[in-house]
């Protein structure tokens, strides 16, 4: 397993649905938002590159600049290929990102 990294999340349902992780030198958001039409979760997180302005925000815990800032989706990946640690809470394995950050 390759090293794992920390990340910030809120929301939490089987796995952390909105993440914040720092990689390569980029701050990515992955979510997972609930699907009303279908009534559940989808099995894929988008991914956004979020601002360097929001850090501030989320150390202190706060995510309301998810509804204040224009954000376009980088693309997607299954929630299946990211590898968390035991608690799913703490940190994970960034390589399911490289595709993306490469772009």
Known sequence: MAE???????ESYDVPRSIAVRYRGRLFLLQS?????LDEYPSTYSV???PESIE???R????????HIPMTCMGSIQIGS?????????????SCLDDLAAS
């Open 56 to 58: 501030d925000s989320l």
């Open 33 to 37: 938002a609930f699907d009303e039409q």
């Open 48 to 50: 956004y590159i979020l």
């Open 82 to 94: 990211v590898k968390f640690d035991p608690s799913m809470r703490k940190e994970l394995d960034p």
């Open 4 to 10: 794992m990294i920390p990340f910030r999340y809120v």
């Open 60 to 67: 202190e815990g706060s995510w309301k600049f998810l509804g």
